[in-house]
């Protein structure tokens, strides 16, 4: 079967393939660096002594005695270390990690419903993406932001041009056979 001349060779067999595992990685990627981070939010929230530890060599490296808006700023860092705030963050990072592999491994083995699921979780994150490149532009924003992109465009194109086809059953035809004879 022939590809319409009109079609993107982006969308062409082995090529749509090579892209839709390499969107799988770049998931399945950003779900273990956010595992990692989840992790260690966690282990380092539970372990005072640690806490402690770095705030003295902070304070120690940076001359807190000298800075009243040093030590306000981590005043503030302690107060939302006890509050939980970080504890609370590595349990989101651990949940949308989940969602990372989910949509990776499933985009990697071609599921239609991981196409559908990661087309709306990364469309769902392009306006905060907008958003903190507004507030704090960078090269690693910009990057983040355009393969974003490029992943809701291609993964649109992909289930628009796959579209599922409704299951009918083959049609009963009359045949003639010697016994009918």
């Known amino acids: 079967m022939s590809n319409p001349p009109h079609e ?39 372990r005072t002594r640690w806490i402690d530890a770095l705030s003295d060599w902070t304070a120690d490296e940076i001359l807190l005695e000298h800075s009243r808006a040093v030590a306000y700023l981590l005043n503030k860092l ?3 270390l006890a509050d939980g ?8 990072a651990l949940f949308y990690s989940a969602i990372l ?7 990697y083995m071609q599921q239609r419903w991981a196409e559908l699921l990661m087309v709306f979780a990364t469309a769902a994150l392009i306006p905060i993406e907008v958003r903190h490149l ?5 090269l690693v924003g910009v990057l983040t932001l355009l393969a974003n992109c490029f992943i809701v465009w291609f993964l649109y194109l992909v289930l ?9 059953p083959p049609r009963r035809e009359l ?7």
Do not use: C, M
């Open 8 to 46: 993107l060779a982006i969308l062409q067999g082995a090529r749509r393939v090579r892209y839709l595992k390499l969107i799988g990685l770049f998931k399945i990627g950003k779900g273990v660096l956010l595992v990692l981070l989840g992790v260690s939010l966690l282990f380092v929230n539970a």
């Open 101 to 107: 592999f989910t949509e990776g491994i499933g985009v």
């Open 160 to 168: 628009k041009r796959d579209k599922p086809r409704a299951h009918t």
């Open 175 to 181: 045949v003639e056979t010697a016994l009918n004879k």
């Open 85 to 92: 705030i970080l504890r609370a963050t590595g349990l989101l």
């Open 134 to 138: 507004w507030h704090q532009p960078g």
């Open 78 to 80: 302690q107060a939302i």
